[in-house]
T-cell receptor
Framework: GENVEQHPSTLSVQEGDSAVIKCTYSDSASNYFPWYKQELGKGPQLIIDIRSNVGEKKDQRIAVTLNKTAKHFSLHITETQPEDSAVYFCAAILSGGDYKLSFGAGTTVTVRA | DTAVSQTPKYLVTQMGNDKSIKCEQNLGHDTMYWYKQDSKKFLKIMFSYNNKELIINETVPNRFSPKSPDKAHLNLHINSLELGDSAVYFC??????????????FGPGTRLTVL
């Protein structure tokens, strides 16, 4: 099965600074990479995703980059705000495969005011 | 509201009891899932159903039995609860593969505490 490693496990940033979370995956056939944000007491919410035919995708202050050769992808949050504080999970899946989404271990992001 | 919903939100019970968690989605999705999130926040898939048919069954004790009465519902029944079953259980769903089927949408979770 797919193994997804995520770093760092915790990240503390000053409000307004950028936050970067990195993930690596093992199955070179994986072709779909979502990112989820989980706030305290809630379920994971999809915030952005990228497919293997694209190298970068941006949505306002959030961007994701994918390097298929190196098998890693990253989440970038710019101009961080206190409401960005949450646990972020990367994941990978073989699209059209067995529906099995493999998650990273999560990164707890704290934005200091 | 269109969403994935779960009941109950909290469940506190004694070891050895049998309990059920219910999940419903009104998104018209074909595939539903159960995930377990442990105390370290790690998310691990347990089961997946596609059109009421079991397609993923990870290494989960057979005390856990999913049941899908129809495409919109996937319930999780747990027999003989153990202390190690304490966790947050999330239901999720995804549309058909032809409509972005790899995108999964999660419910709010059920926090199970076994005493």
């Amino acid at each position: 099965g797919e193994n997804v490693e995520q770093h760092p496990s915790t990240l503390s940033v000053q409000e307004g600074d950028s936050a970067v979370i990195k993930c690596t995956y093992s199955d070179s056939a994986s072709n779909y990479f979502p990112w989820y944000k989980q706030e305290l007491g809630k379920g994971p919410q999809l915030i952005i995703d990228i497919r293997s035919n694209v190298g970068e995708k941006k949505d306002q202050r959030i961007a994701v980059t994918l390097n298929k050769t190196a098998k890693h992808f990253s989440l970038h949050i710019t101009e961080t705000q206190p409401e960005d504080s949450a646990v972020y999970f990367c994941a990978a899946i073989l699209s059209g495969g067995d529906y099995k989404l493999s998650f990273g271990a999560g990164t707890t992001v704290t934005v200091r005011a | 509201d269109t969403a994935v919903s779960q009941t109950p939100k909290y469940l506190v019970t004694q070891m050895g009891n049998d309990k059920s968690i219910k999940c419903e989605q009104n998104l018209g999705h074909d595939t539903m899932y159960w995930y377990k999130q442990d105390s370290k926040k790690f998310l691990k898939i347990m089961f997946s159903y596609n059109n009421k048919e079991l397609i993923i069954n990870e290494t989960v004790p057979n005390r856990f039995s999913p049941k899908s009465p129809d495409k919109a519902h996937l319930n999780l029944h747990i027999n003989s609860l153990e202390l190690g079953d304490s966790a947050v259980y999330f239901c999720a769903s995804s549309p058909p593969w032809t409509s972005g089927g790899d995108t999964q949408y999660f419910g709010p979770g059920t926090r199970l505490t076994v005493l």
